[in-house]
């Protein structure tokens, strides 16, 4: 009842930047927070950064000061700068919210692939 369609992974050279989006749609009554994850090969999945409604945001440390996460509407993105071989992964976009008709969901992107190397 709610997609997430992530664009703008791509391959890039360390130091180099992307720019990640992702835009819900369907039965969305209200979103309390999106985030991006990320899982590289061999790894579990983790939490790189989260944006709330109210625009409180929260980010793994390995990335602070290097990449930003901005909302508007129901489109969430991220900012990335100063990309490193260790950034390599499938980034996944992530919302939480309710459905009109009231109940809630929790929905996860089809993912878009990072590459940093030269």
């Known amino acids: 009842q709610v997609q997430l369609v992530e664009s703008g992974g791509g391959l890039v050279q360390p130091g180099g930047s992307l720019r990640l989006s992702c835009a819900a749609s369907g039965s969305i009554f209200s979103i309390k927070a999106m985030g991006w994850y990320r899982q590289a090969p061999g790894k579990e999945r983790e939490l790189v950064a989260t944006i709330t409604s109210r625009g409180s945001t929260n980010y793994a440390d390995f990335v602070k000061a290097r990449f930003t996460i901005s909302r508007a509407k129901n489109t969430v993105y991220l900012q990335m700068n100063s990309l490193k071989p260790e950034d390599t992964a499938v980034y996944y976009c992530?919302?939480?919210?309710?459905?009109?008709?009231?109940?809630?969901?929790?929905?996860w992107g089809q993912g878009t692939q990072v590459t940093v190397s030269s």
């Open positions: 992530n919302a939480e919210g309710a459905l009109i008709g009231g109940s809630s969901f929790g929905s």
